[in-house]
C-alpha cells in the first residue's frame, strides 16, 4: 500500500483518491470503480455476494464470542485477536458441508469434531502463548469446568517476565450457541499466587455449570501483577497475560 511522503498528511478523498491514517502512518489507495449496486446484482459478481455473506456471518460470530468472554479478555494485550480469530472461524466455516456456497456457517462448521479441534488451543495472546507461560499439563474435568494444576511449583512452571511478583489463574466455562447467538459464561474466583511461593495444588472451579444447547468452551487466564508500596498491580498492560482456549465439546 503506497505511503504518504509529504510534509502535509491528508486524510480524505480527492477525485479517485483516498487518503487515510492506519497505527503505521498514513496511506493513500485508489478508489473502487465498482459501484454497489452492480455488485448486489450483476451475476458477474456471484461469486463476490457469496464471499460476502459468509465473511458476514464469520464477522458476527467472532464479534459474539469475543463479547462472550469480555471478561476474560479484558486482561490480555494483542492486537492481532480480531484477525486472527476470523482467519480461524473462516477455516471452521469451510467445514459445513451441509450449505451451499454462499450460505456456509461458522455454527455448522463447529458442531463438526474438526472444528472444534481447530478451536481447541487457540491463543488470544499470539506474544504469550499458554504452553510458553505455563509449562504444567492442566488437568480439566469437562462437566464442572474444573480446572487443577497439581504442585504446581511457579518458579519452575511458570514463566516470569521482569517486574512480575504474583500471578493469577483463573478458568472459564463458556456455552456460546453461534447460530442463536446466546451465550453463558461462568468464572472461577481468582486463584493469586506469588512467585516465590512453593509447589502448591491449584483447583479453579467456575461458580456454575453455564445454561444453554451450544457448543462448550474451557479456558485458563493466566494474569501477571507487581506488588509494590503494599498494592497489587498489573503488570504490563496485559501483554505477558496469557488466554487460551483448553477444550472445546
Same mark, same amino acid.
Given at each position: ?44 459478481? $456471484? ?135 446466546? $451465550?453463558?459464561?461462568?468464572?472461577? $474466583?481468582?486463584? !493469586? ?5 512453593? $509447589? ?28 509494590? !508500596? ?6 504490563? !498492560? ?12
Amino acid at each position: 500500500m503506497p505511503k504518504q511522503s509529504s510534509i502535509i498528511k491528508i486524510e480524505g478523498s480527492i477525485d479517485d483518491l483516498t487518503f487515510y491514517k492506519t497505527k503505521n502512518g498514513y496511506r493513500v489507495r485508489k478508489k473502487s470503480g465498482i459501484s454497489g449496486d452492480r455488485i448486489a446484482k450483476d451475476p458477474a459478481f $456471484a461469486r463476490t455476494r457469496e464471499n460476502n455473506r459468509e465473511f458476514g456471518d464469520m464477522a458476527r460470530a467472532g464479534k459474539l464470542f469475543r463479547r462472550a468472554i469480555i471478561d476474560m479478555m479484558a486482561g490480555v494485550q494483542d492486537d492481532t485477536i480480531v484477525p486472527r480469530l476470523m482467519r480461524k472461524f473462516a477455516a471452521i466455516k469451510n467445514l459445513d458441508a451441509t450449505s451451499v456456497r454462499g450460505e456456509r456457517t461458522v455454527a455448522l462448521g463447529l458442531d463438526t469434531d474438526e472444528g472444534k479441534s481447530l478451536l481447541r488451543g487457540f491463543d488470544f495472546n499470539k506474544g504469550a502463548p499458554l504452553q510458553s507461560v505455563l509449562r504444567k499439563e492442566v488437568e480439566l474435568d469437562p462437566e464442572t469446568g474444573a480446572v487443577t494444576l497439581t504442585d504446581l511449583d511457579p518458579g519452575t512452571h511458570l514463566s516470569r517476565p521482569e517486574g512480575a511478583t504474583h500471578v493469577t489463574f483463573r478458568s472459564g466455562f463458556l456455552n456460546i450457541g453461534l447460530d442463536t447467538e446466546e $451465550a453463558d459464561l461462568s468464572l472461577s $474466583a481468582g486463584e !493469586n499466587v506469588s512467585l516465590n511461593e512453593e $509447589a502448591a495444588t491449584i483447583t479453579l472451579v467456575p461458580d456454575s455449570v453455564p445454561e444453554g444447547d451450544g457448543v462448550r468452551v474451557h479456558l485458563l487466564l493466566v494474569e501477571y501483577y507487581q506488588a509494590l !508500596n503494599g498494592g497489587i498491580y498489573p503488570l504490563n !498492560n496485559g501483554a505477558h497475560n496469557a488466554l487460551s482456549i483448553l477444550e472445546v465439546a
